[in-house]
């Protein structure tokens, strides 16, 4: 017998470790204890040389579902101590709280079974959960987790409930947020007229919802708003009353039959689709009866299948795909709370169903894209957060960091020993409640984390509220403030999700985004940089090109075709030859000498190289969104869906120029008026920017690395949320030998920014 003390770091509290190991245990003969400290899990265990070998090897291969191991050390024990006569789990020892919380997970293959089981005494009760699965993040308030640090800790345990919850051979041993019909939280059915009722609520929802209804359905991480998907009217209604005319509604179907009915299904979809973050993955639709209102002009439809209890039992009942879409305003956050619910919402749901248990920390749907046969991750948030990431070899443990994210897409990041925890997505700061959220979520993260920062990291860009909130919690703390630039943030993101050491190993990052502070002052967008964590050298960028008003520019896609042919064409030469286009006459009804005039003078009129106003310019020229959009990238997801239909039939891309590391476009749109005179197909034009595009990147990527011996190429930037693009890119690249890296699990939008400027500060 020999005595070993095995100590396992990562998510391994609240998710059925120490059961696993007293099971494992008991199987491989082994004598001694386990429990649960602040740093994670101990165990202290004996037994012969080839048992242990046995046990080590099974805790890493068979752990819980929900676990997530960092790390196992394995030191002898005092020869001299006490050898137990079995294994045991022991209470929890406090100390300072190291350890990590998990994510929610989507119902188990368990509880679901016992819902629909009539014999059982779970049955039909919508807030079922075990060790396996259910609410976790959403509903921590402080660690260590158990049930008093949750919003499940108003509940005490029945009888039967506690039973279960102390024998270690249940599946509900410890399951912090366990409970049955008896002890745990009620759901309701209020609305209509003064109606409150808590019998058959989900029979009753059902049949609201069929008859046309808008329902707001408290959730994991907030309300939705629910509707029946298959009713022309009920999705009309729904998008008048939340003002939200274009961006497309997530569905979620009771099953993958039910998918496959309006979709087509890759097997890493279908994998995202039934993992246990449940995410709404965007799939390509195949011809449907299902109303164009849904995702208009789009090809792609977002499906998520069902994640709670309450989910499963509803769509049993309606055998129809639901609307699932974020109860809130315009603008405003994702609402969690039943009075805020009522509030708020009285004017866009018809009938609501609450609970009472609390949501303490607001979580949105993560949202995946299946493309280049990988799950990207384009919104991180339930089921992903609070997942930690280590950082690669060679970052620092000393500092802990707080990296404060971009502005557009919420986000921040602490670094502590390493390891780097990056929060949910929460949408534009702009928006007066979401930044009051953001502001109050760090104080949660860092009192969750026993954070104390030592650094602050911050876009350089100036205006952005993140860098401002920044600098107030820096001066507050009298700690420095380091200023990471955007693009340069967006390529250290995917380094440090690849694990690329910090060896002075350089990548070639190419960055396509929307726009981005630049470190001589103008709007990036368009950048190759060579770089590594600690900096960058811009080798190329797109030419930059006027944007006349500014902010305008941004918001009326029309302003970017007219700086753009301006810069390469000349307007007058536009007029003079091309006056006969629907385009051309379009353009000339706006005031264009009052923007040629602010563009010669440099008023209101940053340049940027910015990719994304390309793609604005060349939808607008095609008719898509000219005037203006009602969600963010909306004409480039148009212009992709648009491409998409003639990527097939067409391969000529149109032509650009590279000169002395300036991309520029005067022969793209040369051939692309010309298109439009012989009256092209759109889609055929789409198409043919997609390829001109991809192929001016490639060839500026090949040209660069060649002259630079680097053979990493990093792909990173909202405009990569383009599957035509990055597609049709990546695989060029990896033919021409070249290493591409691209973000998986943190998004190639601006999400991902807090975890770069994580990885680059020290
Ligand atoms: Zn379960
Ligand atoms: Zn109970
Ligand atoms: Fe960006």
Redesign the pocket.
């Known amino acids: 017998m020999t005595g070993q003390r095995i100590r396992i770091h990562g998510i391994v509290q609240g998710v059925g470790f120490r059961p696993t190991v007293w099971r494992l245990a008991r199987d491989e003969k082994i004598v001694g204890e386990v429990w649960n400290d602040a740093e994670g899990v101990e165990i202290h265990a004996w037994g012969s040389a080839v048992s242990l070998e046995r046990f080590a090897k099974r805790l890493r291969v068979e752990p819980p579902p929900l676990a997530h191991i960092e790390e196992i050390t394995v030191t002898p024990l005092d020869a001299a101590q006490t050898v137990p006569v079995d294994f045991q789990i022991v209470p929890s020892r406090a100390g300072e709280v190291h350890t990590d919380i998990a994510a929610d997970a989507a119902t188990c293959p368990e509880c679901l079974a016992e819902i629909f089981n009539p014999e059982n005494r779970r049955y039909r009760y919508p807030f079922t959960n075990c060790t396996h699965c259910g609410p976790r993040f959403s509903i921590i308030d402080a660690m260590p987790y158990d049930r008093a640090s949750t919003s499940m800790a108003g509940f005490a345990l029945c009888p039967s409930c506690e039973a279960e919850y102390r024998n270690p051979a249940d599946r509900r041993f410890h399951a912090q947020a366990t409970c049955c019909p008896e002890c745990g939280p009620k759901l309701w059915l209020e609305g209509g007229a003064s109606r409150h009722v808590e019998h058959d609520v989900i029979a009753q929802a059902a049949q609201l919802i069929g008859e046309g209804n808008i329902v707001a359905i408290k959730g994991i991480g907030g309300f939705h708003l629910v509707c029946d998907a298959t009713n022309d009217e009920a999705v009309q209604q729904l998008r008048a009353r939340k003002r939200r005319p274009h961006k497309p509604f997530a569905l979620m179907a009771r099953d993958m039959a039910m998918v496959r009915e309006y979709v087509k299904l890759s097997e890493e979809g279908a994998a995202a689709l039934q993992s246990r973050e449940a995410p709404i993955v965007l799939l390509e639709q195949t011809p449907n009866s299902l109303p164009p209102l849904l995702a208009p002009k789009l090809n792609t439809l977002g499906f998520m299948l069902p994640y709670t209890p309450l989910h499963h039992l509803l769509l049993a009942q309606l055998q129809r795909p639901l609307v699932m879409t974020s109860a809130n305003r315009c603008g405003e956050l994702l609402i969690t709370d039943n009075g805020e619910a009522r509030a708020r919402l009285s004017e866009i749901a018809d009938y609501f169903v609450m609970h009472d248990r609390e949501i303490v920390n607001c979580l949105d749907d993560s949202v995946v894209r299946d493309s280049n046969g990988r799950p990207r991750v384009m919104r991180r948030a339930r089921g992903y957060t609070p997942t930690p990431l280590r950082l690669p070899l060679g970052h620092g443990n000393e500092k802990n960091i707080l990296a404060m994210g971009?502005e557009m897409k919420g986000s921040f990041c602490l670094v502590k020993k390493g390891v780097a925890i990056t929060s949910q997505y929460m949408g534009d700061l702009k928006g007066a409640t979401t930044y009051r959220h953001y502001q109050e979520s760090i104080e949660r993260y860092c009192k969750l984390y026993d954070f104390v920062p030592d650094v602050i990291a911050i876009d350089s860009h100036p205006n952005y509220l993140s860098s401002q909130w920044g600098r107030v919690i820096a001066a507050k703390r009298d700690i420095p403030v380091v200023e990471v630039q955007?693009?340069h943030a967006?390529i250290a993101a995917v380094m440090a999700e690849h694990g690329l050491a910090d060896d002075g190993t350089q990548v070639l990052g190419v960055a396509l985004?929307?726009l981005?502070y630049g470190d001589d002052g103008t709007l990036w967008g368009g950048e190759f940089l060579l770089a590594d964590y600690h900096g960058y050298e811009r080798l190329a960028a797109f030419e930059p090109v006027a944007m006349p008003g500014g902010n305008q520019a941004i918001v009326e896609p029309w302003r970017n075709t007219f700086a753009h042919l301006d810069h390469f064409i000349g307007w007058d030469h536009v007029g003079e030859n091309y006056g006969d286009l629907e385009l051309v006459d379009y353009l000339g009804g706006k005031p264009l000498s009052t923007l040629r005039g602010m563009i010669e003078k440099g008023l209101n009129s940053p340049r940027t190289s910015s990719a994304g106003r390309l793609f604005d310019a060349v939808a607008a020229a095609l008719g898509i969104c000219r005037e203006g959009s009602s969600y963010d990238g909306q004409a480039a997801i148009e212009l992709e869906a648009l491409a998409s239909q003639a990527m097939e039939v067409c391969s000529e891309g149109y032509g650009y120029t590279v000169k002395v590391g300036r991309v520029g476009w005067q022969p793209l749109w040369t051939e692309l008026l010309a298109d439009l005179r012989r009256e092209e197909e759109p889609a055929v034009i789409a198409a043919r920017f997609h390829h001109g595009v991809a192929e001016s990147v490639c060839k500026t990527v090949m040209e660069l690395c060649a002259q630079s011996g680097i053979s990493n190429v990093v792909l990173s930037?909202?405009v990569w949320q383009n599957r035509v693009l990055l597609e049709l890119c990546s695989r060029r690249m990896r033919q021409q030998g070249l290493a591409v890296l691209m973000p998986e699990r943190i998004p190639l939008?601006?999400g991902g920014?807090a975890l770069g400027q994580g990885a680059i500060v020290r």
């Open positions: 971009a955007h693009h967006h985004d929307g981005g930037g909202g939008n601006d920014i």
